[in-house]
């Protein structure tokens, strides 16, 4: 009984990296077709670049940023290499990413010691294929949550084995940030000191689930070891589509943004108490005239949060020429993956706490020059109309 | 006659207290006024690195007072927003940072798109420019700001008095400023600085817009803009570098 995970940090990039060598040392940022960051170089990183960001955004956070239209098809082609070879095995798979996968290996192996043979010949297997510079970390374990949390923490070319009766003792001092939670849930551990897995399996439950319902339930019982979810090798089970029709035909992106993302959030919270989230979305728009356009949105790294969602909504919408008002639209969760682990070398250190560091002189100060000090909180980024954007508060 | 037996010339007699001195009181004791001048102050990136190069101490120096200075849209605000968000540092603890905006026109979101976190940054918005001098000096005096930005001090300009407060106050501000360590940041749309600025001034440059960047459908995505060192303690002034600004 045993499963394997594959992991590469940085697929996409070092990917594509060999055949331009004149990225060496240099933040690069690939971009997909809508101007979003969907890779970038570790030096790009080191800037503050992150996935998912905007051009503009990623060029204001490091001037230097080399923006360089993304290879999809060259990833597809590198990437179907590397399901074949884990498919190859004739085993169940499960791809949870580019270039990282879970490969259940419980028909040939009792246990993980067992597998140790056949991981590492896949290993070798994966480094033929790929090259060099691809060569998957590799870990293997009873289940999916320890089996990844080992290859998170091995260097590429190295296979890391955890037994049963070392299981509690390998995840006790892991970070955190490994837990498939939404990087606001992994904020709010960090913030409240909640360092590391033994600390958060320390946790009651009812305080777990009060706070952060079931999905923290289910990640407790990771932190434990205990994780009973299978490989699928189908994939993630995708919700139904949803539909959301207008009363009145609909001529306002905004407006319809919205109602795309009231009807989604029922759905995106069931992902995330699954531990789940969402990777592709279609989004077929019908409009009066009975014309229809359809758009596939693909992100960087599984989502969970309605914010994201929507932001992508709205740019299609906007993207997309209107031949009429829109009278509904139908929105499929086509792919839900796992969510990703975070890359324990890039985090920040735990900040300063903002209350002491601002707020105490602030308060000082306003007693001797009332009315003066104010913090600045963004409400709504995308809106217009600067009031509604922006809250001060003194 | 062999070498050894000639006796070592006799040494100047300030050579002599200098090596008493160093004897006694030990080799830091004393420089030379090359060595002063050459030292670098601790300081932050500007985020571009010709920019840095061309201040001569590596970016924004921390205890001493630097001025923007360029009419609207010359670029000034851009990059001290990113001199902000570097003060900051991005990963590792922030520091704080207080922004005193005399115009009234900070865009926090402006902010936020250039790096900046807004938890970490004190915004002063005074109703009046009267006092501008006494809450300054409280400001620092309250903590230690690794940046201090000030927008808009021409507004200052609309009162001879408060001026001339300002000006009086400097020396005993620019005191304050060393002991805190703090970069005292200043942005004026005027491209000549006060008397009293001037004496003060560690380092001075100035913005002026080019071109602008246009994307494939005419809209503006940029600018590219002219700084040139008007003056700075590390670097010959006269020198220029073009930065290309885009917009976030």
């Known amino acids: 009984m045993a499963i394997l995970y ?33 890779a970038c170089s570790p030096q790009a990183i080191e800037s503050g670049v992150l996935h998912e960001m905007r051009a503009r955004q990623a060029r204001a956070r490091c001037p230097d940023l080399r923006l360089v239209p993304l290879d999809a098809a060259r990833i597809e082609e590198i990437q179907q290499a590397f399901r074949g070879v884990l498919l190859a095995t004739g085993l169940p798979v499960e791809i949870t990413a580019p270039g990282s996968g879970y490969c259940d290996l419980r028909s040939v192996a009792r246990s993980p010691r067992d597998a140790q043979p056949i991981c590492a010949d896949l290993g070798r297997q994966l480094r033929s294929a790929l090259g060099d510079a691809l060569t998957p970390a590799l870990g293997c374990d009873h289940g999916k949550f320890t089996a990844r949390a080992a290859a998170h923490i091995t260097r590429p070319g190295r296979l890391r084995v955890v037994d049963l009766p070392d299981e509690a003792a390998f995840l006790a001092p892991l970070s955190t940030a490994l837990l498939p939670l939404p990087p606001l849930v992994l904020n709010q551990l960090r913030w409240l000191g909640i360092a590391t897995l033994a600390d958060f399996a320390r946790l009651p439950q009812s305080a777990v689930v009060q706070r952060w319902g079931e999905a923290g339930r289910m990640a407790q019982q990771l932190a434990l070891g205990r994780d009973p979810r299978p490989v699928q090798a189908a994939g993630a089970a995708s919700p139904e589509p949803v539909r959301t029709d ?136 995308t809106h217009p109309v600067v009031e509604r954007r922006i809250e001060w508060k003194s | 006659m062999t070498l050894e037996s000639v006796a070592p010339a006799p040494q100047p007699t300030l050579q002599r207290a200098v090596a008493a001195l160093h004897a006694r009181y030990g080799s830091g004791v004393l420089r030379e006024a090359h060595e002063l001048s050459a030292a670098v102050p601790p300081r932050f990136s500007t985020g571009f690195p010709t920019l840095d190069a061309l201040s001569g101490c590596g970016g924004v120096p921390q205890g001493h007072l630097t001025l923007f200075t360029g009419g609207a849209t010359s670029g000034k605000l851009s990059v001290a927003l990113r001199s902000l968000a570097a003060a900051q540092g991005r990963h590792r603890r922030r520091d704080p940072v207080a922004v005193l905006d005399l115009a009234g026109t900070a865009d926090p979101q402006s902010f936020h798109l250039a790096g900046v976190d807004l938890a970490h940054t004190l915004f002063i918005r005074p109703p009046r420019i009267e006092n501008i001098t ?46 805190q360590r703090t970069a005292l940041l200043l942005l004026d749309d005027a491209g000549q600085p006060g008397d009293a600025t001037a004496h003060s001034l560690s380092l001075h440059m100035h913005f002026r817009r080019t071109d ?35 917009f976030p």
Not at chain 1, 12 to 28: C, G, I, K, T
Not at chain 2, 140 to 165: I, M, Y
Request: proline share 7%.
């Open chain 1, 246 to 381: 207008f009363e009145t035909p609909c001529e306002n992106v905004a407006q319809a943004a919205a109602s795309v993302r009231r009807d989604l959030e029922p759905h995106l919270a069931a992902l995330a108490a699954q531990l789940l989230g969402c990777r592709a979305l279609t989004l077929q728009l019908e409009f009066l005239n009975h014309r229809t356009r359809t758009h596939e949105i693909a992100f960087a790294a599984p989502v969970v949060t309605a914010a994201s969602v929507s932001a992508a909504v709205t740019h299609a919408l906007w993207s997309t020429p209107w031949p009429a008002p829109l009278i509904s639209t139908r929105t499929t969760i086509s792919a839900a993956a796992e969510m990703p682990a975070g890359q324990l070398t890039l985090f920040d250190e735990p900040t300063d706490d903002a209350t002491t560091a601002i707020d105490e002189p602030a308060q000082r100060l306003a007693r001797k020059h009332p009315g003066v000090f104010f913090h600045a909180q963004l409400v709504e980024p």
């Open chain 2, 212 to 246: 602008w960047q246009l994307s494939r459908h005419g809209g503006i995505v940029g600018c590219t803009t002219r700084v040139q060192l008007e003056r700075s303690r590390w670097a010959r002034p006269g020198a220029h570098c073009d930065l290309t600004l885009p």
């Open chain 1, 6 to 38: 594959c992991h590469h940090a940085n697929f996409v990039f070092d990917a594509l990296h060999p055949a331009h060598p004149e990225w060496d040392d240099h933040p690069v940022a690939l971009l997909n077709d809508d101007g979003i960051v969907q």
């Open chain 2, 134 to 179: 006494t809450l300054l000096y409280d400001v620092l005096n309250v903590r230690a700001w690794r940046c201090l930005l000030v927008d808009g001090v021409g507004t200052l300009r609309t009162s001879p008095h408060q001026l001339h407060t300002f000006d009086a106050a400097l020396p005993e501000l620019m005191r304050v400023v060393r002991r």
